[in-house]
């Protein structure tokens, strides 16, 4: 069973330029995230999706950040436009339910990686 | 403000020795934990995890003990080998209600194994 893949991988772009990140969940999963890690920060939850709907988007830092997930599928993260401080790797992340149910847990992507220039 | 603290940036045990990470935690309404382990250049994979009505959690060579009335976890490995070398990161999550679906993580601690 594939993973939950993300692209691009690596991202080098210039202040003020758009970033668009695509997240593809493992099948059948309806949840899906966006978690963040900057530099030497932690790792910090971005949003929350179930299927198209957004359920959660408490911590997206800005209105420059846009997500979305159309047909409930596949979920895009446009970044517009980047600053410097949105550098960091970006976590896409997919479950089932809610991690407190037994056996349940959250599968996270291998990220990308955005560096604002 | 951190909800989740791991104090210790890195941790270096031999080969064959126990390794124990620890977790505080700050928020009350966390009542389930995980941790979880991460390579570089890869995603953060899960290893185990408890629930507030528990005090231990063992899979294999993995144990998680959590002290409630401390607000602490932690994770011990017996024994350690060098391919557990990795970021070890702590995380917190509520069992229902708001913020149910989401994760809090700790910065992580790097897990060094000597052979």
């Known amino acids: 069973e594939a993973g939950v893949t993300q692209f691009p991988s690596h991202s080098v772009i210039e202040k003020g330029q758009t970033v668009t990140l695509r997240c593809d969940p493992i099948?059948?999963?309806?949840?899906l995230y966006w978690y963040r890690r900057v530099m030497g920060k932690e790792i910090k939850f971005l949003l929350h999706?179930?299927?198209?709907?957004?359920?959660?988007e408490s911590g997206m830092p800005n209105n420059r950040f846009l997500a979305e997930r159309t047909g409930g599928t596949y979920s895009t993260l446009k970044v517009q436009p980047a600053e410097l401080e949105d550098s960091g790797v970006y976590f896409c992340?997919?479950?089932?339910?809610?991690?407190?149910?037994?056996?349940?847990?959250?599968?996270f992507g291998e990220g990308s990686w955005l560096t604002v220039v | 403000d951190q909800q989740v603290k791991q104090n210790s940036p890195s941790l270096s045990v031999q080969e064959g020795r126990i390794s124990i990470l620890n977790c505080d935690y700050t928020?009350?309404?966390?009542?389930?934990f995980l941790w979880y382990k991460k390579y570089p250049a890869e995603g953060p994979t899960f290893l185990i995890s408890?629930?507030?009505?528990?005090d231990k959690n063992e899979d294999g060579r993995f144990t998680v003990f959590l002290n409630k009335s401390a607000k602490h976890l932690s994770l011990h490995i017996v024994p350690s080998q060098p391919g557990d070398s990795a970021v070890y990161f702590c995380?917190?999550?509520?069992?229902?209600?708001?913020?149910?679906?989401?994760?809090?993580f700790g910065k992580g601690t790097k897990l060094s194994v000597i052979p």
């Open positions: 992340a997919s479950s089932h339910d809610r991690v407190s149910y037994s056996g349940n847990t959250i599968y």
């Open positions: 999706f179930v299927k198209e709907s957004k359920q959660d």
């Open positions: 928020n009350s309404m966390f009542d389930y």
């Open positions: 995380a917190a999550s509520k069992s229902a209600g708001a913020g149910s679906y989401q994760l809090t």
């Open positions: 408890i629930s507030s009505i528990k």
């Open positions: 099948s059948g999963h309806d949840n």
